[in-house]
């Protein structure tokens, strides 16, 4: 029986198969192989679920895609923001400070600003902001992308700001938009940015940017800063005196010399250092000039009228805790806020009535800062005699050795040691750094500095720390603003108490320790109720301290001898502690009249024993 052949679509039989069924056969099964190999992996496993999406191919086509979407997202923010009115800084308004219960402190919102052309700052002077700023400002389009990314990722994960902006972005930030630290305004600065490099030429935009720069001392603009920092035009400016004003656009509180921290004068110095250093790179300044030039010390700032007594150093303290917290200088100086402090007037009150009596000669300075242990508010603040005649807050300054009063902090490191709580052994900067001092206090470096109280804190800090201690061993950091407010915006530090900075049982012995020392005893007897105290003279005899506290307020009292004339440090004519005790007791008997007394609440888990000696940094 004869075998039935299949006949193939263009009428060859199977046996018989052109080339061209045969191609087209093959196509066919390299179309089905290609499809199996693309839903498996390695190994030919197949992918199932969302990894299917996520092949090579898939993915190159998403970031074409996606880069497609952001071109075109751009293009079409460019054409609908256009450059807008310059904003409303030049019409500040004040801002306002109240106490507590919501009785006015003082008003500021003076702008100092004179607007100047290019042509009256020296070509030195323009050369030093660039280097300073954006050495690429000739050339470049007007904004740093890689600055730009980073700004963006950073406002998005809350970082805050970085450097990397051009000139040109600073000047639209400033000129043309706030200060707010948001996606959408940073876009639309990126942006203006572009549009104003095309329309308008480089010399317009660094005249717009040296004009509308913040400098600190209320000055905006560098004709403003020349007067307020060196007490001269523009025009007379010198290349050293340039490099200063440009280092001190990045963090004009900070690196203001007269209130710089000596961290805060090493770290503008190294600044200033950078500007000259990359105006000799850059060929704009000779490197034989450059070696011979010193740093600049500018002039003594003068106060703003209005702030005279306490009230400047109340407003100083505020001011600098806001920007510690992130809000700007320019933000501040652009006014329109209520800022509202813990600053309880009839403590206040009460604090400058118990100071001014011991100051009897014009050698002394006097200090004192009260705190609630409990919340952190600072309640009371002496910065010195005159905000207008003595600029440099006594409370803030840390330039004094804290003598004797620094000794509980060496116990608690003894302590801490002996619990074992902290693997290997505490050093005695670690735990002073816990309970509120600053990391970069010097004086730590053996047993006798140490032992001898040479470092030195302000008294504002030293409050802090022994509040620690007062609030068992949780971090109490005295904060000066209850609340800021402008239109719907506000700000303001974070809580004022923390986590456990030592243990209860530390905490708890060192207030034992003082309650029956014999300054403990005798504070008791002076307020007829519980208190703590410990008192103590510096090493060099130009600083005298007492710091007491009851479970519901601790204060902090120092004299320092300061020249009146010079400015300087000089040996106390009275370095007894009677002085600062009698404040402290005067103080704080009206300051917690009426208020029921109480007994510490402490954790007998320590015999009084010999703790062991502690680490030092070396």
Request: glycine share 10%.
């Amino acid at each position: 029986m004869a075998l039935r052949t299949r006949r193939e679509p263009d009428g060859a039989t199977a046996g018989e198969e052109t080339a061209g069924v045969r191609t087209r056969r093959r196509a066919r099964r390299g179309i089905r192989g290609l499809r199996g190999r693309g839903a498996r992996g390695k190994g030919g496993v197949k992918r199932t679920g969302l990894r299917r999406f996520f092949t090579w191919r898939r993915l190159l086509a998403y970031f074409v895609a996606l880069c497609a979407l952001l071109v075109g997202a751009f293009a079409l923010l460019y054409y609908l923001i256009d450059i807008p009115k310059a904003n409303a800084l030049a019409k500040a308004e004040a801002n306002v400070y109240k106490y507590s219960d919501g009785t006015v402190l003082a008003r500021t919102g003076d702008i100092n600003r004179e607007s100047v052309p290019l042509s009256r700052v020296p070509k030195a002077v323009q050369h030093a902001f660039v280097a300073a700023e954006n050495k690429t400002f000739y050339d470049d389009p007007g904004i740093d992308p890689v600055g730009v990314v980073r700004g963006l990722v950073n406002t998005v994960t809350g970082k805050g700001t970085q450097g990397g902006s051009t000139i040109t972005q600073q000047y639209v930030k400033n000129y043309y938009l706030s200060q707010e630290q948001t996606v959408t305004r940073k876009v639309k600065e990126l942006i203006i940015s572009l549009k104003v490099d095309q329309r308008n030429s480089k010399d317009d935009i660094l005249a717009g940017y040296l004009n509308t720069s913040y400098f600190g001392r209320v000055a905006y603009g560098v004709q403003a800063a020349a007067r307020a920092y060196y007490d001269k035009d523009v025009e007379k400016l010198t290349v050293a005196e340039g490099a200063y004003l440009a280092a001190l656009v990045q963090a004009p509180s900070q690196y203001d010399w007269a209130v710089a921290t000596p961290t805060a004068q090493r770290l503008v110095t190294r600044r200033w250092n950078y500007v000259l250093d990359n105006m000799v790179d850059m060929g704009w300044l000779d490197a034989g000039e450059r070696r011979a030039l010193r740093f600049p010390v500018p002039v003594a700032p003068q106060p703003a009228q209005g702030l005279g007594g306490q009230a400047g150093y109340l407003v100083d303290a505020a001011r600098n805790e806001l920007i510690a917290a992130g809000v700007s200088d320019q933000e501040l100086a652009a006014g329109g806020w209520t800022i509202t402090l813990n600053i309880d007037p009839d403590k206040q009150r009460a604090l400058e009535r118990a100071v001014k009596p011991a100051l009897r000669d014009a050698d002394t300075q006097g200090a004192a800062a009260s705190v609630d242990p409990g919340s952190g508010r600072l309640l009371a603040l002496y910065g010195g005699r005159d905000y207008t005649k003595h600029y440099l807050s006594n409370a803030t300054r840390a330039d004094y050795q804290v003598g004797p009063v620094f000794l509980p902090l060496v116990t608690a490191t003894a302590m801490e040691n002996k619990q074992g709580r902290k693997g290997g052994r505490t050093e005695v900067k670690d735990i002073a750094v816990a309970l509120g001092l600053p990391r970069d206090i010097t004086g730590l470096t053996d047993p006798t500095t140490v032992t001898l109280g040479l470092a030195g804190a302000s008294p504002l800090r030293m409050a802090g720390v022994y509040a620690t201690i007062d609030s068992h061993g949780k971090r109490v950091t005295p904060t000066i603003v209850k609340s800021a407010r402008r239109g719907d915006e506000t700000a303001g530090p974070p809580g004022a108490v923390g986590d456990q900075a030592v243990t209860r049982a530390t905490a708890d012995f060192l207030t034992a320790d003082l309650v029956k020392n014999d300054e403990g005893p005798r504070a008791a007897r002076s307020l007829a109720r519980p208190a703590a105290g410990i008192s103590g003279t510096s090493d060099d005899k130009k600083a005298s301290w007492y710091v007491g506290y009851t479970p519901d307020l601790v204060t902090t009292v120092a004299f320092f001898g300061e020249g009146a004339k010079s400015r300087k440090q000089i040996r106390l004519k009275d370095t007894g502690t009677e002085v600062p005790e009698k404040v402290w007791s005067t103080y704080t008997r009206e300051a917690l009249r009426g208020t029921p007394a109480s007994g510490f609440d402490l954790e007998e888990a320590f015999p009084a024993v010999a703790v062991p000696d502690p680490v030092f940094r070396r």
